[in-house]
């Protein structure tokens, strides 16, 4: 009996060694399966947002429209080549003064001289003794005037005196008549620039010398 009792001891013994051992390996596989799980996970840590604490507020600015004054707009009257086409096509003008005319504006006044753009192409006039026409081409962004020099005359016969004579105004024309005649047709073929201003006609030759002042008439 003794001996059976210590085999069977050792029998249980041997059981709970067995026991403790299984349990030793699961523990120790567990912690090494955690382990390893720790090591191959990555942990990712997003910050936050930080709030600005002095962030500026966008603002509109208006810039106010301010209405130009008197000065600052075109004055009026005054007419620059190319702001209108065909400035001179259809008018009148008085000549005032010549280049060159030795005699007083009242002498060149009495004398009548006149232009007339008729359309455009058609210069006319009176020259002081007779009736005159010629051609002429304006480019108007230019300023440029292009006056033919064949100018046609045509020589106004007087109304006959009371004793029937019939001179010529052309010889009844005084030195100051003649010499504005003489002049306006010498100088208006040297025209190559014209400039208006309200009622006042300028035109110029190649070398900007002004040829001749009119004023407009219709």
Same mark, same amino acid.
């Given at each position: 009996?003794?001996?059976?009792?210590?085999?069977?001891?050792?029998?249980?013994?041997?059981?709970?060694?067995?026991?403790?051992?299984?349990?030793?390996?699961?523990?120790?596989?567990?912690?090494?399966?955690?382990?390893?799980?720790?090591?191959?996970?990555?942990?990712?840590?997003?910050?936050?947002?930080?709030?600005?604490?002095?962030?500026?507020?966008?603002?509109?600015?208006?810039?106010?429209?301010?209405?130009?004054?008197?000065?600052?707009?075109?004055?009026?009257?005054?007419?620059?080549?190319?702001?209108?086409?065909?400035?001179?096509?259809?008018?009148?003008?008085?000549?005032?003064?010549?280049?060159?005319?030795?005699?007083?504006?009242?002498?060149?006044?009495?004398?009548?001289?006149?232009?007339?753009?008729?359309?455009? +192409? @058609? %210069?006319?006039? !009176? =020259?002081?003794? *007779?009736?005159?026409?010629? &051609?002429?081409?304006?480019?108007?962004?230019?300023?440029?005037?292009?006056?033919?020099?064949?100018?046609?005359?045509?020589?106004?016969?007087?109304?006959?005196?009371?004793?029937?004579?019939?001179?010529?105004?052309?010889?009844?024309?005084?030195?100051?008549?003649?010499?504005?005649?003489?002049?306006?047709?010498?100088?208006?073929?040297?025209?190559?620039?014209?400039?208006?201003?309200? +009622? @006042? %006609?300028?035109? !110029? =030759?190649?070398? *900007?010398?002004?040829?001749? &002042?009119?004023?407009?008439?219709?």
């Amino acid at each position: 009996m003794p001996n059976q009792t210590k085999e069977a001891k050792s029998g249980w013994t041997y059981v709970l060694w067995g026991l403790g051992i299984v349990v030793l390996i699961f523990i120790i596989a567990a912690l090494v399966g955690a382990a390893g799980k720790k090591s191959t996970e990555t942990v990712i840590v997003i910050p936050p947002t930080p709030v600005p604490t002095n962030t500026p507020i966008p603002t509109t600015t208006t810039v106010p429209t301010v209405a130009p004054t008197e000065e600052a707009q075109a004055p009026s009257g005054v007419v620059t080549p190319g702001e209108m086409e065909y400035v001179l096509a259809d008018t009148d003008w008085k000549v005032s003064s010549l280049d060159g005319y030795p005699y007083s504006s009242n002498d060149l006044d009495k004398a009548g001289i006149s232009l007339k753009f008729i359309g455009r +192409t @058609t %210069l006319s006039g !009176y =020259d002081g003794c *007779g009736n005159y026409k010629t &051609t002429y081409k304006e480019n108007p962004e230019k300023g440029s005037l292009y006056v033919d020099p064949e100018i046609l005359m045509e020589v106004v016969t007087p109304t006959p005196d009371a004793d029937g004579n019939i001179g010529s105004y052309c010889e009844d024309l005084s030195d100051e008549g003649k010499e504005a005649r003489k002049n306006l047709l010498e100088n208006l073929p040297n025209v190559t620039k014209y400039e208006v201003d309200g +009622t @006042t %006609l300028k035109l !110029y =030759d190649q070398n *900007g010398t002004l040829v001749l &002042t009119a004023r407009k008439t219709s």
